[in-house]
């Protein structure tokens, strides 16, 4: 699988090569589908399968890698790249590995949806962005993609063989008064992920702050509930 080629080469050895990834749910060799689940900073893999199991269906893996030190990178994900290196790109090999995982255990690539919170949503969203197939899904709750800047072309010309996400469902939700998240750039990864052919629902709630809410979860059980029922 080729998914994690954007997160360097598939022998890289980064800070976070070496922790676990955590599985609650449906037994990864009994499940349909899969929900990678990337922690923000400061948490944990535990901690998020928290939330996964408030979505969770039968016959749906939850998995979740868990960062070193409980952070995937040092600084703001709006910092300069080169800053947040190499737990960024540790961390996007971190979600490609786990996208495997499940795809050697039968689940197909189109049955996973990669979801994240704050950090973890940063890099689950440059992670999908920089790596464009048919996924179950992205989730972007509260972050968007890493950088000072975002460069649409950049990513809708940068992949191989113009691989697009070929109307994969995403969701964005975030605060419009987030501190750590700039709503423009909630904007701007809508932009990136539409330029790649996703279906792209995005949501901008008033003075919720940084965290997730009922209708954000309601949302995407919709699109998990979907995974394990649609032909």
């Not at 499940?31 to 990337?38: F, G, N, R, T």
Request: hydrophobic share 40%; charged share 25%; with cysteine.
């Amino acid at each position: 699988m080729t998914a994690g080629s954007a997160a360097g080469p598939d022998d890289v050895e980064g800070p976070h090569q070496d922790q676990p990834l955590v599985a609650a749910g449906t037994p990864l060799e009994e499940s349909e589908a899969a929900v990678v689940l990337v922690h923000g900073r400061g948490a944990t893999a535990r901690s998020i399968l928290g939330m996964g199991e408030e979505i969770h269906e039968d016959g749906v893996a939850l998995l979740a890698p868990q960062a070193a030190r409980n952070e995937w990178y040092p600084n703001s994900f709006l910092a300069p790249v080169e800053s947040n290196e190499p737990g960024r790109t540790s961390g996007l090999r971190a979600i490609a590995d786990a996208i495997d995982e499940a795809v050697t255990a039968g689940v197909p690539t189109d049955r996973v949806v990669v979801l994240g919170f704050s950090q973890g949503a940063c890099l689950a969203s440059e992670f999908v962005a920089r790596n464009p197939r048919r996924y179950g899904g992205i989730v972007a709750l509260s972050g968007g993609l890493i950088g000072e800047s975002v460069d649409v072309e950049e990513y809708a010309h940068g992949t191989e063989n113009d691989a697009t996400f070929e109307g994969m469902p995403a969701f964005l939700g975030c605060s419009d008064v987030d501190p750590h998240i700039p709503k423009e750039r909630v904007h701007e990864t809508t932009r990136v992920l539409e330029a790649l052919s996703a279906d792209v629902t995005e949501r901008i709630y008033e003075g919720m702050g940084h965290g997730v809410n009922e209708d954000e979860l309601a949302f995407v059980s919709g699109m998990i509930e979907r995974l394990v029922t649609d032909e």
